[in-house]
């Protein structure tokens, strides 16, 4: 079945950096577009950045300039480059591939001095 597991978090200060892994299962990662997520206590979960079968990318505005995503179809893993980070990062990162209603159990990242 397909498996999201996502690792990487931690607590850093602001101004930090931090990179996410996402290591998938059960599909065929060479041809999917892989997103992140991220939940804020309190709020609804949001967007983050995708990375296609081809490697284009895209951002939320929040990130942009800031975040970087990657992947390595020989490792089955999707990243994501965490650099500047600010006190409104902080949130539960989740993979997602876009269109199907699976998570991981998501990767905490607390950015506090």
């Known amino acids: 079945q397909v498996q999201l597991v996502e690792s990487g978090g931690g607590l850093v200060q602001p101004g930090g950096s931090l990179r996410l892994s996402c290591a998938a299962s059960?599909?065929?990662?060479?041809?999917?577009?892989m997103a992140w997520h991220r939940q804020a206590p309190g709020k609804k979960r949001e967007y983050v950045a995708q990375?296609?079968?081809?490697?284009?990318?895209d951002y939320a505005d929040s990130v942009k300039g800031r975040f970087a995503i990657s992947r390595d179809n020989n490792k089955n893993t999707v990243y994501l480059r965490m650099n500047s980070l600010k006190p409104e990062d902080t949130a539960v990162y989740y993979c997602?591939?876009?269109?199907?209603?699976?998570w991981g159990q998501g990767t905490q990242v607390t950015v506090s001095s």
């Open positions: 997602n591939r876009p269109g199907f209603n699976t």
């Open positions: 990375i296609t079968r081809s490697a284009m990318t």
């Open positions: 059960g599909f065929n990662f060479d041809s999917a577009t």
